[in-house]
């Protein structure tokens, strides 16, 4: 890890020759193919599957929901401003490059929401 967090490709280099030259590359996953099956015991299964840690809640839904608002909020202001007849052409660049940042980056966001 160390290796790889300092970015200097002979570092990494030296630390795969060493992993290799000492057999840890060929311990590395060995026993990621081996799938243990749930014990046939209902109480051993039910603690088992009890001392599992919780799955993160996950909300896209909202999230999107909340990210699209903003845009709505941005883009408004940036029309209104738009329209402002003392800084029509300044305000008018600003709402074009912001505009095309939010077409560019939330495009297909926006069109899935």
Do not use: H
């Not at 088992?48 to 929901?65: F, H």
Request: no cysteine; aromatic share 6%; hydrophobic share 50%.
């Amino acid at each position: 890890d160390a290796a790889a967090n300092s970015e200097d490709a002979a570092a990494m280099e030296e630390s795969l020759k060493l992993a290799r030259k000492n057999g840890v590359l060929g311990r590395y996953a060995a026993e990621m193919d081996v799938l243990n099956s749930l014990p046939g015991d209902a109480r051993r299964r039910q603690a088992l599957l009890g001392a599992l840690p919780a799955l993160p809640s996950d909300n896209r839904e909202s999230e999107a929901a909340a990210a699209v608002s903003f845009l709505a909020v941005v883009v408004g202001s940036l029309l209104l401003r738009l329209f402002d007849p003392e800084n029509g052409a300044a305000n008018g660049a600003l709402f074009t490059v912001t505009l095309g940042f939010v077409v560019d980056n939330f495009g297909s966001l926006i069109l899935t929401a």
